[in-house]
C-alpha cells in the first residue's frame, strides 16, 4: 500500500513538474509576444508623430504661397490643432489602445482637411503666373523634408547609390598626340603647336541622354594645369581645364577629339590627361614625352 501511494506521488510530483515547466515556457513565450506587440505599437506611434510633424509643417509651407488673409487664418488654425495632437500623441504611452485609435483618426481627419486645403491652393495658383514658381519651389523643399522624415532603409539608400554609380559616364581608350604647324604629329616638344586629345566615352544605357559638357584637363610633369579652357566644377570647388567641349549622348559609344594650343614652353616628362563630366573624373592616363 505505502509503495502504491509513493508511486502516485511519485507521479504526481513528475506531472506536477512538467505542468509548471509548461507554464514557465508558456510565460516566457507570451513576454516575448508581449514584448513584440509593445514594439510594434512604439512604431506605429512614431509613425504617427511623423506624420502629424509632417502634416504641421506642410501647413507652414502652404501659407507661404498665398496672400489671402482669410486662408492664411483657417491655415494656422488647422496647424495649431495638428500640433497640439501631436502634443498629445507625445504625451500618450504605445499601450493606451484606445488613445492610440483616438489620435489615429484624427490623423485621418487631418488628412482630409489638408488635401482638401491643397486643393484650394493649386486652384489660386493656378490663377497667378507669378505663384507657379513659387509653388514649385516650396512643393520641391516639402518632398525634400518628406523624405528625411519618412527615411530611406539601408538597403534602399544602397541601390540607390549603386543605380547612381551605374549611370555615371566612362572615359576609354585616351590619347594624347603633338600636332606641329601643318596639324602632323611633332617628333620633338619643341615642334609641338597642339595638342589633340582622343577618347571614347563608353556605352551605358543607364545614363540619361542630352548634351553634355566635357572638361579636359592637361598637367605638366610640374603638376601645373596647361589652361585655357576656362573652370569648371569638382567637388565643392572650381578646378581650371585645358579645353571642353559639349557633345551629345545617346547612351551609345561618342568619340570625342579636342585640342590644346600650345601657349607656353613644353617640358619633357610625364604629362597627365584626366577627363570630367557631370561634376566626375570619368578617366584619366599619363603620357610621358622626351
Known sequence: MNKKILSVLIVFIIALCGGMVWLFLNLQEQKQV????????????????????????????????????????????????????????????ATDAREIARLKKELATVRAVLRDYVMQIDSLNRLNENLKAEN???????????????????????????????????????QLQLLNKRGKDAKKLKDCMQMKVNFTITKNVTASNGNRTVY?????????????????????????????KTIEYTGEE????????????????????SIFADGNMIGSRTFSFK
Do not use: H
Open 34 to 93: 508581449n514584448k513584440d506587440m509593445q514594439e510594434l505599437a512604439e512604431l506605429d506611434k512614431k509613425e504617427m508623430e511623423n506624420e502629424y510633424e509632417r502634416f504641421a509643417l506642410q501647413y507652414s509651407e502652404m501659407k507661404t504661397q498665398i496672400n489671402n488673409d482669410s486662408i492664411v487664418a483657417q491655415l494656422t488654425q488647422e496647424q495649431m490643432k495638428t500640433q497640439q495632437l501631436l502634443e498629445e500623441l507625445k504625451q500618450v504611452k
Open 136 to 174: 514649385t519651389r516650396v512643393n520641391a523643399e516639402l518632398e525634400q523634408r518628406n523624405t528625411q522624415i519618412a527615411g530611406l532603409s539601408s538597403e534602399k539608400a544602397s541601390l540607390s547609390e549603386k543605380v547612381a554609380i551605374a549611370a555615371q559616364l566612362d572615359a576609354t581608350n585616351i
Open 216 to 244: 579636359v584637363r592637361i598637367q605638366n610633369p610640374g603638376g601645373n594645369t596647361l589652361g585655357g579652357g576656362g573652370t569648371f566644377a569638382y567637388e565643392n570647388r572650381n578646378l581650371e581645364c585645358s579645353a571642353k
Open 254 to 273: 561618342t568619340g570625342v577629339t579636342v585640342f590644346w594650343n600650345v601657349s607656353q614652353m613644353l617640358e619633357a616628362g610625364s604629362y597627365r590627361v
